[in-house]
C-alpha cells in the first residue's frame, strides 16, 4: 500500500498542485506564530514546549487515524495516507519557479532571471548574471526536491502519514524558529537540533540517488571533500553530491550590493547554464524513480513473504 500511496499522490500533484497559500499551511502557520508569540521568551525550555505543542498533538492525531482505518478500512486507509502525502509534499510547489527561472535563463532574458530567483529566494538578484541566476536556481530546486519530496517520502516508508507530516512539520518548526536573530536564538535551537536528526538519514539517501543517477564518482568525491565546507552541513551533502552528480559547479555567488556574499565553491565542470538547468530536472526525476522502484521491489517482496507464510 506505501508505493499505491505514494504513486496515486504524485500523481494527482501533478493533475492539480498543492498552492503554497493553502488553507491548511495558513491555518497552521497562523498556529505556529499564535504559539511563538504566547511562549516565546528567549529561552530554550520555552522553545521545547513550543515545539511540542507545535507538532506533537498533530503528528499523534495523524498516527491515530491512520491506524484505525488501517484496522477497520484499508481502502480509506489507503485514500488518508494520500492526502496526508499530497499535503505533505510539494513536488509542483517549488517547479513553477524553477520553470520560470530556466525559461528566462534559456530565453537570455536576464532581467526576468533575476526576477524570479530574486523572487524564489526572497531577496535581491539584480548583481547575478545568467550563469549565476542558473546556479541560484539549480541549487534551490536540488535542495527543494529534497525537502519537498525525498525526505517526506523516507519518513512516510517507515512511518506512514504520522512520519510524512512529523517531516514537514520538523521542517516548518525549523525553517519558522531555528534561526533567530542574535541574542535570541535559544528559543529555536530544539527545532534545529530535531530537524537536523531527523533529517540526517534522508539527506544522505537523496545524495546517494543523485550519485546512482548522475556521475556515481564525481558526486561521492564532492560530497567526500566539499560538504563540510557549506555554512549548513546538511544542504551540503544534498548540492555537493547533485553537482557531483550533473558535473556543473555550484556556490561561489556573490550577493547583493548591500550583502555581499561568497559561498564555497561546489562540484566540478562546466559553468551552470540552461542546458544544465535542464540536466538538473532529469536527475531528479531519476532520482525519483528509482527510489520509487526500490520501494516497489520491497512491496513486491512483502506480498510474496506475506503469501507464502
Same mark, same amino acid.
Given at each position: 500500500?506505501?508505493?499505491?500511496?505514494?504513486?496515486?499522490?504524485?500523481?494527482?500533484?501533478?493533475?492539480?498542485?498543492?498552492?503554497?497559500?493553502?488553507?491548511?499551511?495558513?491555518?497552521?502557520?497562523?498556529?505556529?506564530?499564535?504559539?511563538?508569540?504566547?511562549?516565546?521568551?528567549?529561552?530554550?525550555?520555552?522553545?521545547?514546549?513550543?515545539?511540542?505543542?507545535?507538532?506533537?498533538?498533530?503528528?499523534?492525531?495523524?498516527?491515530?487515524?491512520?491506524?484505525?482505518?488501517?484496522?477497520?478500512?484499508?481502502?480509506?486507509?489507503?485514500?488518508?495516507?494520500?492526502?496526508?502525502?499530497?499535503?505533505?509534499?510539494?513536488?509542483?510547489?517549488?517547479?513553477?519557479?524553477?520553470?520560470?527561472?530556466?525559461?528566462?535563463?534559456?530565453?537570455?532574458?536576464?532581467?526576468?532571471?533575476?526576477?524570479?530567483?530574486?523572487?524564489?529566494?526572497?531577496?535581491?538578484?539584480? /548583481?547575478?548574471?545568467?550563469?549565476?541566476?542558473?546556479?541560484?536556481?539549480?541549487?534551490?530546486?536540488?535542495?527543494?526536491?529534497?525537502?519537498?519530496?525525498?525526505?517526506?517520502?523516507?519518513?512516510?516508508?517507515?512511518?506512514?502519514?504520522?512520519?510524512?507530516?512529523?517531516?514537514?512539520?520538523?521542517?516548518?518548526?525549523?525553517?519558522?524558529?531555528?534561526?533567530?536573530?542574535?541574542?535570541?536564538?535559544?528559543?529555536?535551537?530544539?527545532?534545529?537540533?530535531?530537524?537536523?536528526?531527523?533529517?540526517?538519514? /534522508?539527506?544522505?539517501?537523496?545524495?546517494?540517488?543523485?550519485?546512482?543517477?548522475?556521475?556515481?564518482?564525481?558526486?561521492?568525491?564532492?560530497?567526500?571533500?566539499?560538504?563540510?565546507?557549506?555554512?549548513?552541513?546538511?544542504?551540503?551533502?544534498?548540492?555537493?553530491?547533485?553537482?557531483?552528480?550533473?558535473?556543473?559547479?555550484?556556490?561561489?555567488?556573490?550577493?547583493?550590493?548591500?550583502?555581499?556574499?561568497?559561498? /564555497?565553491?561546489?562540484?566540478?565542470?562546466?559553468?551552470?547554464?540552461?542546458?544544465?538547468?535542464?540536466?538538473?530536472?532529469?536527475?531528479?526525476?531519476?532520482?525519483?524513480?528509482?527510489?520509487?522502484?526500490?520501494?516497489?521491489?520491497?512491496?513486491?517482496?512483502?506480498?510474496?513473504?506475506?503469501?507464502?507464510?
Amino acid at each position: 500500500m506505501t508505493f499505491l500511496a505514494l504513486a496515486a499522490s504524485l500523481l494527482l500533484e501533478q493533475l492539480r498542485a498543492l498552492s503554497p497559500v493553502n488553507p491548511v499551511y495558513t491555518q497552521y502557520r497562523r498556529f505556529i506564530r499564535y504559539t511563538e508569540h504566547s511562549l516565546d521568551a528567549g529561552g530554550y525550555q520555552q522553545g521545547v514546549v513550543a515545539w511540542l505543542l507545535a507538532a506533537v498533538p498533530l503528528v499523534a492525531i495523524v498516527g491515530a487515524i491512520a491506524l484505525w482505518l488501517d484496522a477497520v478500512a484499508t481502502p480509506m486507509a489507503l485514500q488518508f495516507d494520500v492526502a496526508a502525502l499530497y499535503l505533505a509534499m510539494g513536488f509542483r510547489q517549488f517547479s513553477r519557479a524553477y520553470r520560470e527561472t530556466h525559461e528566462a535563463v534559456r530565453a537570455g532574458d536576464l532581467a526576468q532571471a533575476r526576477a524570479s530567483v530574486g523572487r524564489w529566494r526572497g531577496g535581491g538578484a539584480e /548583481p547575478l548574471n545568467a550563469n549565476e541566476c542558473a546556479r541560484l536556481a539549480i541549487e534551490r530546486g536540488l535542495f527543494s526536491a529534497h525537502r519537498h519530496v525525498f525526505g517526506v517520502i523516507a519518513w512516510f516508508v517507515v512511518f506512514g502519514a504520522a512520519g510524512a507530516v512529523f517531516y514537514r512539520v520538523a521542517a516548518l518548526l525549523r525553517d519558522r524558529w531555528g534561526y533567530r536573530a542574535q541574542g535570541n536564538e535559544q528559543f529555536g535551537r530544539f527545532s534545529r537540533d530535531v530537524f537536523y536528526w531527523c533529517d540526517w538519514v /534522508p539527506v544522505r539517501l537523496t545524495a546517494i540517488s543523485f550519485a546512482i543517477t548522475g556521475d556515481f564518482e564525481d558526486a561521492l568525491y564532492c560530497w567526500r571533500t566539499q560538504a563540510d565546507a557549506w555554512p549548513e552541513r546538511s544542504e551540503g551533502i544534498v548540492l555537493a553530491a547533485g553537482a557531483g552528480a550533473l558535473g556543473v559547479r555550484l556556490g561561489s555567488v556573490v550577493g547583493t550590493a548591500a550583502a555581499p556574499k561568497v559561498r /564555497p565553491e561546489l562540484g566540478t565542470g562546466e559553468d551552470a547554464d540552461a542546458e544544465l538547468m535542464a540536466a538538473a530536472v532529469g536527475l531528479i526525476w531519476r532520482a525519483l524513480v528509482l527510489w520509487l522502484f526500490v520501494i516497489l521491489l520491497v512491496t513486491v517482496a512483502s506480498w510474496f513473504g506475506s503469501a507464502a507464510a
